[in-house]
């Protein structure tokens, strides 16, 4: 991830940090064999980008979505030891303030941007697997009373009704303990 994040820099290209390593930092440390970024990119740039991620020595492979796909376009980066990162644009809902709220995490002598936990937690509802729902949770309990809840709700609105549904459903069951 960091030689990526190297290459997302020197190309000027907002990013952040989701999946299994914003998890670590939102609630809940889990294994996870790849890592995960969305960036402000269009799908166009997004072709660029694997042109020059595979002349450094990755393996890529540029996989769109269509029309039905909540994700515009992932472009799966693997190196010579097995690491795997995937680096998503064009997720259907994400606020582009997204990339604004998002914050440096010390990481191994770095910085990584780490999407924050309002859009996180919204994002994963919005996902709506099993994991991604218990990764919401957890983030939901580790935030307590610093939840921006306004936000936090018009983020799920972004997503749709069911995400909205997947919020009040979290938000019923922690209420009432």
């Given at each position: 991830?960091?030689?990526?994040?190297d290459?997302?820099k020197?190309?000027?290209?907002?990013y952040?940090v989701?999946?299994?390593?914003?998890a670590?930092?939102?609630?809940v440390?889990?294994?996870?064999l790849?890592?995960?970024?969305?960036?402000?990119?269009s799908?166009?740039e997004?072709?660029?980008?694997?042109?020059r991620?595979?002349?450094?020595?990755?393996?890529?492979?540029?996989r769109?979505g269509?029309?039905?796909?909540p994700?515009?376009?992932v472009?799966?980066?693997t190196?010579?030891?097995?690491n795997?990162?995937d680096?998503?644009v064009g997720?259907r809902?994400l606020d582009?303030?997204?990339?604004?709220?998002?914050?440096?995490v010390?990481?191994q002598?770095?910085?990584?941007?780490?999407?924050?936990?309002?859009d996180f937690?919204?994002?994963k509802l919005f996902?709506?697997?099993?994991?991604?729902?218990?990764?919401a949770?957890?983030?939901?309990?580790a935030?307590?009373?610093?939840?921006?809840v306004?936000?936090?709700e018009?983020?799920?609105q972004?997503?749709g009704?069911?995400?909205?549904?997947?919020?009040?459903?979290?938000?019923?069951?922690?209420?009432?303990?």
């Open positions: 991830m960091l030689d990526v994040i290459d997302l020197g190309a000027d290209v907002r952040a989701v999946g299994a390593m914003a670590s930092i939102h609630g440390v889990r294994a996870s790849d890592a995960d970024a969305v960036l402000a990119l799908t166009r997004l072709a660029d980008l694997e042109t991620l595979r002349a450094r020595g990755l393996e890529t492979e540029l769109y269509d029309d039905d796909d994700i515009g376009a472009l799966a980066l190196d010579s030891f097995g795997r990162v680096l998503l997720l809902g582009p303030a997204a990339f604004t709220r998002a914050f440096d010390p990481f002598g770095e910085r990584l941007r780490v999407v924050g936990r309002e937690i919204a994002m996902a709506h697997g099993p994991q991604d729902l218990a990764d949770e957890f983030a939901l309990i935030a307590g009373e610093s939840l921006d306004p936000l936090l018009r983020l799920a972004r997503y009704a069911d995400t909205v549904a997947a919020l009040r459903t979290l938000q019923t069951k922690h209420s009432s303990r």
